[in-house]
Structure formats: C-alpha cells, structure tokens
T-cell receptor, first 113, second 114 residues
C-alpha cells in the first residue's frame, strides 16, 4: 500500500529546459513534504521541502508546488543542468512529528546534452 | 562534520551467514533510521529509534532481521541467517528534533548474498 507514489520511473529532459517531477499521496495526515536527490553510490540528500500550509516553495532553480485538494505535488527544475541527472525521491511526514518519513520509489532524471 | 558513517560500504557473503551492518549517526541527532533500497520496492523503512529506543520496527521483514542502538552514537542491523533476497543497499539516516531538512543519510552498505 504505497502512500507516496511516483508513477514515472524515469524522465529525460533536454539541458536548459524545465524538468517536472510528479508525486501523489494518499494520506491526508501528511503535513510536510520533502524532495531528496540521490546520485549513484551515495545516500539521498535533502533538496527542498514544503509545509502543507503553503502551496509553493522556491529555492534557486528548484520550486515545489503542492495541491492539497488533489493530493499532488511536483518539483520543477529550471533550467535543467547536467548535474541534475539523478534519482529524485518524493517523501512525506505525518502530523505526529516523530520524524518518520514515507518515501516514494523515485524517478530517475536524465538531462540530455 | 563527518555526516552519517556506515560500514562496511560493500559486503559479499554466502547464504546462511550472519551479516552485521554498522552506523554512526550525526552527533546530537536523536533519531536514527534504517532503510533498505531495492529496485522493486524503492526505499523501505525497516526500523527507527528515538533517543536509542526502538519506536517502530513494523518494516523489519522477518525475525532474521534485528537492530540495536546501545548508545546515541552507534547502531547495528543484523541479518542472521542471510538469504539471497536480502541483497540490497541498506541506508542509515539520522535526524534532529523535527528538522525541516528531514533526515541525513549515510552512503549506504551494498549487500550481496550469494
């Protein structure tokens, strides 16, 4: 029973264009959402997050959008760069604030030259 | 700042052998998590500790898996006996009090059970 779903296993985007990674969730108790980035042979690293009281959070080239009614969030990367090629995990945390995070299966992003 | 330290980085063993994975969390963090990553299931939470106490072990696949945290700076994940289907990358992560940046991950241990 996947509470956090990333339905696209992979995505290819031309360098300089916008990359859009999507994530859906089922648990309405989630109050905080995070995106992690993972390179091969390394652990995931935190990228950007958003609280459920907001609908947008921006950090440089990265913007996360949250649509609570649709239980959907997306990560936008613009412009995409070669170093953005990685696996991106969407994750969510519940309101009990015990730091437990539920991860999606990840989307592999390829930035094409 | 050394980050989360895991050892070994790679482990190859034969079916039936005992495997012990080790983790040193970031100093000052009070929560520690063990994850398993596979192609089929993505990142699965196996168990997590808060202040050295196991809080949720519902993700531990079966009795062959056990985890301990004897003190705030060390944790182990043990598989006994190991099976080929245990082959995966195992990550340890730690976090502080409701940190907005979530959890900090170690580099992982790639386990291969032959």
């Amino acid at each position: 029973d996947q509470q956090v779903k990333q339905n696209s296993p992979s995505l290819s985007v031309q360098e300089g264009r916008i990359s859009i990674l999507n994530c859906d969730y089922t648990n309405s108790m989630f109050d905080y959402f995070l995106w992690y980035k993972k390179y091969p042979a390394e652990g995931p690293t935190f990228l950007i997050s958003i609280s459920s009281i907001k609908d947008k959070n921006e950090d440089g080239r990265f913007t996360v959008f949250l649509n609570k009614s649709a239980k959907h969030l997306s990560l936008h990367i613009v412009p995409s760069q070669p170093g953005d090629s990685a696996v991106y995990f969407c994750a969510a945390r519940t309101m009990n604030r015990d730091d437990k995070i539920i991860f999606g299966k990840g989307t592999r992003l390829h930035i094409l030259p | 700042d050394a980050g989360v330290i895991q050892s070994p980085r790679h482990e190859v063993t034969e079916m039936g052998q005992e495997v012990t994975l080790r983790c040193k969390p970031i100093s000052g963090h009070n929560s520690l998590f063990w994850y398993r990553q596979t192609m089929m299931r993505g990142l699965e939470l196996l168990i997590y500790f808060n202040n050295n106490v196991p809080i949720d072990d519902s993700g531990m696949p079966e009795d062959r898996f056990s985890a301990k945290m004897p003190n705030a700076s060390f944790s182990t994940l043990k598989i006994q006996p190991s099976e080929p289907r245990d082959s995966a990358v195992y990550f340890c992560a730690s976090s502080g009090l409701a940190g907005e940046k979530g959890q900090f991950f170690g580099p992982g241990t790639r386990l291969t059970v032959l």
